[in-house]
């Protein structure tokens, strides 16, 4: 029989019980994702009739071969599984790297995980609620005044979706990355003032290189965001510097 390993952090594992270790977390955390896209799936006709209903003003999808709504559903439910179990995946790797880290590092990374996850969130709200309603309706209103009728396809609207949420959900982690990066004296308040015209610059660059069709409006709805999410950074920063900074 195997020997049941002290609770200790202090005892060093053997090489075959990291493996076990690994994957019994892997295991959980795959299984997590399964489960949640399983039932994921029932889940998908409401998000399609939400993309309609919010975003097209209630213009239908189509779909133009036998298997794109099948390839849809598969995406979107591997999609929804991957963010309901993000918390379980993110909480087992750091119960496997936990072992190796002074008590320090632990409260560091959870002092900047519940933030970064309620970022996440609000990036995905402010998207959904008001910049992908306000882009689509410019969008259009576009190809209404041209005197077109729209089309939409069902796989590509749905990517470009998708794809603008995930932008904004990454996005809104700049605060995060910054403070982090002035946690260990990388980068000061000070210095972020100081280089704001840089960032700025850097900013609308990132805005053109990111958004997903390339037009001035889209381009505009990533950049304002970043640089209001640049100035609040300055501020985190400076709040957080002397608490966090490394003596």
Known sequence: MLEQRPASDDVEMTFTEHLAELRRRLFIAIGAIAVAAIAGLFAVPSLLRIVEDMFLRGIALHVFSPTEIFRVYIKLSLLIGVIVAFPVVLYQVYAFVAPALDRRVRCRIVWYAIPSFFM????????????????????????????????????????????????????????????????????????????????????????????????????????????????????????????????
Request: proline share 6%.
């Open 120 to 247: 996440s969130a609000l990036g995905l709200i402010i998207c959904g609620v008001f910049v992908l309603p306000f882009l689509m309706s410019r969008l259009l209103g576009f190809t209404q005044n041209a005197g077109v009728v729209g089309t939409y396809q069902l796989e590509p609207t749905v990517g470009f979706v998708t794809l603008m949420l995930g932008i904004f959900a990454i996005m809104f982690q700049l605060p995060i990355v910054l403070s982090i990066l002035a946690s260990v004296g990388l980068v000061n308040a000070r210095g972020l003032a100081k280089g704001w015209r840089y960032a700025t610059l850097a900013i609308l660059i990132a805005a053109a290189i990111a958004a997903p069709d390339g037009n001035p409006i889209t381009m505009g709805l990533l950049a304002a965001p970043l640089l209001a999410l640049y100035a609040l950074s300055v501020i985190v920063v400076r709040l957080t510097q002397p608490k966090i900074s490394p003596r």
